[in-house]
């Protein structure tokens, strides 16, 4: 049995140096592990350092940089041409349990329809969201993935247990919405029935399309806890809430619902997506242009600006002359009083 573990690089040699070195520590059972580094068209030397570092690694070079989605695709087309029963994607900002590969590959073995397993995903000490909260003693232990969980009605999809300490609340394998392309180890089948990720994504949300379209086919997705790393969040992107995760989040968002979601919810999409358009920052407007425009795949340079109505010409509103006074002295004639015919006469008593 054949596990290859692909790892994607992009100007990050020092962050997958970590990856790889963590990778050196792991425990092989009954299977062989290849491992292989794409470089996505990095410009600081990461293939020459990296390959002196460990000359035992397999390395792919892309010309320039084709996301996450199509640079992972180069690796998995790799790994399948050369034997691979089972391929783990890795991110390069991640470092795992030496157990990790053993306990998903064991899951795997059991759970027949299964056809991606994820690990429990730790945030590395000092990446969590909200590092305030946290004691020191809890370093290390704050959730970052403990399962999928996907809400059509507002076309969210989120991480179970997120930002929580692990207490063991989180303990047992289940069956899930979707894997996180953080850390996924695939059978060969599903690549070769399902197909590769959507490049249309660049990156975000194309481990949800993978995941979607692999349960419709009938393959089951298992979040197995036994298996754990620690994840170094958002880096390659510029950090969590960086303009590049911003403009990815918010046009893919739009992509997979208007692919899956109930009518209504495409409704819901739609009318958020004028919303930002008037009100949004300039990232989320350039994103939702290039949405309505078909502008997928790697984020364009060009900004998307909204038409600017024409300017009309200032009208003046005519001066409405001024009304007399009426004199203060002036009495009116006193008018003779009326009959009242409506009144009733008294009829006296006899």
């Not at 730790?122 to 969201?129: K, S």
């Not at 989120?158 to 609340?169: A, F, I, L, P």
Request: glycine content about 8%; overall charge positive.
């Amino acid at each position: 049995m054949k596990i290859v573990v692909v790892v994607l690089n992009y100007n990050g040699w020092e962050v997958t140096r970590d990856c790889l070195d963590s990778l050196q520590k792991l425990k092989r059972n009954d299977f062989q592990v290849d491992l292989l580094v794409v470089d996505n068209g990095s410009t600081d030397d990461s293939v020459k350092k990296l390959r002196l570092a460990y000359p035992e690694v397999n390395f792919l070079l892309n010309q320039y940089n084709l996301g996450f989605s199509e640079g992972n695709n180069v690796g998995v087309r790799w790994a399948l041409k050369n034997g691979a029963d089972f391929v783990l994607l890795l991110n390069n900002d991640t470092t795992i349990s030496p157990d990790l590969i053993s306990i998903l590959y064991e899951a795997a073995l059991k759970q027949k329809i299964g056809g991606i397993f994820c690990p429990k995903i730790y945030f590395a000490p000092g990446f969590e969201t909200h590092p305030e909260r946290y004691k020191s003693s809890e370093l290390g232990k704050v959730i970052w993935y403990a399962g999928g969980q996907i809400d059509w009605e507002n076309m969210l999809a989120s991480h179970r247990g997120v930002d929580e300490v692990d207490k063991g609340q989180y303990d047992v394998m289940i069956k899930t919405a979707y894997a996180t392309g953080c850390c996924m180890l695939i059978r060969r089948e599903v690549w070769e029935t399902v197909g590769y990720f959507d490049k249309k994504f660049y990156m975000y949300y194309e481990d949800l399309d993978l995941s979607i379209r692999a349960s419709r086919k009938g393959y089951g997705i298992y979040y197995v806890p036994q298996a754990y790393l620690w994840h170094k969040n958002a880096v390659s992107a510029g950090g969590a809430g960086s303009e590049t995760q911003i403009y990815y989040i918010t046009r893919n968002r739009m992509l997979i619902g208007m692919r899956y979601a109930p009518w209504r919810t495409k409704l819901a999409l739609y009318r958020e997506a004028l919303n930002l358009l008037m009100r949004g920052n300039r990232t989320q407007k350039k994103a939702i242009g290039d949405f309505l425009r078909k502008k997928y795949g790697p984020q364009s340079t060009t900004h998307w600006q909204f038409p600017q109505m024409p300017k009309l010409p200032s009208l003046k509103m005519p001066q409405i002359p001024k009304v007399q006074e009426f004199p203060k002295n002036l009495r009116l004639p006193k008018l003779p009083q009326m009959p009242n015919f409506l009144r009733r006469k008294k009829v006296e008593k006899k």
